[in-house]
């Protein structure tokens, strides 16, 4: 595999500190976004992203702002680097912060889907195989009980307690939650999907089914507290304030419309230009 340019500063641009964690993080994954280097020639006006000096092609990734230089090239694809219409700029700043974030919680619902799925099928499966599992489970637990010393019976306490339970329950019963589980487990793989996607939809979807769920979390927590119902309730909080003041739900903070004008202010040429490290070039005219 061959060896990426090292990222340097091109003659005349200043040092910037800023953080640009993400942006890293995603250069560092899918490598830098460059243009122009397949051009012949460069432009006075490409100068915000490429520029030559000391017969030295320096180019500027699109998305973290590193100058990188390249030799040009032997064979040009093309005369001069695209116009600035014809480039799609990859996102940085907050956008691409919330995108890791939004893919973070996706992830968490997408395995929450995984389990709910099996376990819907699960009760699916044994509400139509209990009356030929149910002599064959009885056996086992008088196996089990007698082996321990403990008292025969179909009585017992925890897990097989549940499992006695379930082969008490009434059919519908059992297809009952396993319906309900399914839509569950429906409702949180769409909300992964929305929100691997960025859609808007998506994160009020998110909010609401999982402030819903806090009250029975909380009420668990009357109950026996552990370390697992402690770090889901906290995990859920915390994706409640991220979605509410983070993403401005409901008009918060400004809405929708402070959302845009955030994603705005982040991307898009003027974005760009904003963080230009010396004179800025004069924009190429289309001929």
């Not at 180019?59 to 040009?76: F, I, K």
């Not at 940085?92 to 995984?114: E, K, S, T, W």
Request: glycine share 10%.
């Amino acid at each position: 595999m061959a060896d990426e340019p090292e990222t340097v500063h091109a003659p005349g641009v200043r040092r910037r500190k800023r953080k640009l964690w993400y942006e890293l993080i995603e250069c560092g994954l899918h490598g830098h976004r460059l243009e122009g280097t397949d051009a012949a020639r460069v432009r006075p006006g490409d100068a915000l992203f490429v520029r030559e000096a000391d017969g030295v092609r320096w180019h500027r990734c699109l998305r973290c702002d590193a100058w990188l230089p390249l030799p040009p090239p032997e064979s040009p694809g093309r005369e001069t680097p695209p116009e600035r219409e014809a480039i799609e700029l990859p996102l940085r700043g907050r956008p691409l912060r919330d995108r890791y974030v939004l893919r973070l919680i996706a992830i968490d619902r997408m395995v929450h889907f995984v389990v709910l799925a099996v376990l819907a099928v699960a009760v699916f499966v044994f509400a139509g195989e209990r009356a030929r599992l149910k002599d064959p489970f009885y056996r086992v637990v008088d196996a089990l009980q007698n082996g321990v010393g403990g008292p025969s019976g179909r009585s017992g306490h925890g897990l097989l307690g549940e499992l006695d339970k379930a082969f008490k329950a009434h059919t519908s019963t059992l297809w009952l939650i396993g319906l309900v589980i399914a839509v569950y487990a429906v409702l949180e793989g769409v909300e992964a999907v929305g929100l691997w996607r960025a859609r808007r939809w998506a994160e009020y979807l998110t909010f609401v089914a999982t402030t819903v769920l806090l009250v029975p979390e909380v009420w668990e927590l009357t109950g026996r507290i552990s370390a697992t119902k402690i770090l889901t309730l906290v995990i859920n909080l915390a994706v409640v304030v991220y979605l509410l003041f983070a993403k401005r739900l409901f008009g918060l903070r400004g809405g929708g419309r402070a959302e845009e004008a955030v994603r705005a202010h982040d991307t898009g040429w003027h974005a760009l230009e904003r963080v230009y490290p010396g004179p800025r070039p004069a924009r190429p005219h289309a001929p």
